[in-house]
T-cell receptor, first 115, second 112 residues
Framework: ETGVTQTPRHLVMGMTNKKSLKCEQHLGHNAMYWYKQSAKKPLELMFVYSLEERVENNSVPSRFSPECPNSSHLFLHLHTLQPEDSALYLC??????????????FGPGTRLTVL | KNEVEQSPQNLTAQEGEFITINCSYSVGISALHWLQQHPGGGIVSLFMLSSGKKKHGRLIATINIQEKHSSLHITASHPRDSAVYIC??????????????FGQGTILTVHP
């Protein structure tokens, strides 16, 4: 039990579909992250939310739209994706205090395939 | 942005061997993270260290802040240690908000 859950675990969608990824953390953390991991590439940070406010948008295309309704939940809304968006999408959470880089706890990921 | 290099990219070992994975970074940091990713994608944080050495079971992590280098050692390796090991450091400059730059990972395979 990692304390960070993600649903769905696997998702196949067409380029015209709209879907959402969900992340939930039960650790009392105040920051949440979306990462993208493509085949044979390092983890790429997409978005950071600190205290439910987006503090980082790492030049992510607008077809990815994050939402953080409260400190425990994070969504990634997907629409009109491209096949190159197929990847593993990982959510993480941590406790941020000042400039510290506390340990991040990761969810199991959503394996996304765009047809 | 902090640049992170890991070596080797791929590592194959026999059960029981001592394993070392290296990580170098370009900009001074406050702490470095070692992560483990198993097939299927799940990532587990192994260590966060800012100086010296940390040990957890058969895993040992060391860091040399002056040389901007860290190593992850596995003693008495076992097939269940087979995974991708990832080094991560804070982004350089600005407000960090916990943002990390990740190495490309080292794929470890331990054969029985």
């Amino acid at each position: 039990e990692t304390g960070v859950t993600q649903t769905p675990r696997h998702l196949v969608m067409g380029m015209t579909n709209k879907k959402s990824l969900k992340c939930e953390q039960h650790l009392g953390h105040n920051a949440m992250y979306w990462y993208k991991q493509s085949a044979k590439k390092p983890l790429e940070l997409m978005f950071v939310y600190s205290l439910e406010e987006r503090v980082e948008n790492n030049s992510v295309p607008s077809r990815f739209s994050p939402e953080c309704p409260n400190s425990s939940h994070l969504f990634l809304h997907l629409h009109t994706l491209q096949p190159e968006d197929s990847a593993l999408y990982l959510c993480a959470s941590s406790h941020i205090q000042g400039e510290g880089t506390d340990t991040q706890y990761f969810g199991p990921g959503t394996r996304l395939t765009v047809l | 942005k902090n640049e992170v290099e890991q070596s080797p990219q791929n590592l194959t070992a026999q059960e029981g061997e001592f394993i070392t994975i290296n990580c170098s970074y370009s900009v001074g940091i406050s702490a470095l993270h070692w992560l483990q990713q198993h097939p299927g994608g799940g990532i587990v944080s192994l260590f966060m260290l800012s100086s010296g050495k940390k040990k957890h079971g058969r895993l040992i992590a060391t860091i040399n802040i002056q040389e901007k280098h860290s190593s992850l050692h596995i003693t008495a390796s076992h097939p269940r240690d087979s995974a991708v090991y990832i080094c991560a450091v804070p982004n350089a400059g600005g407000t960090s908000y916990g943002k990390l730059t990740f190495g490309q990972g080292t794929i470890l395979t331990v054969h029985p």
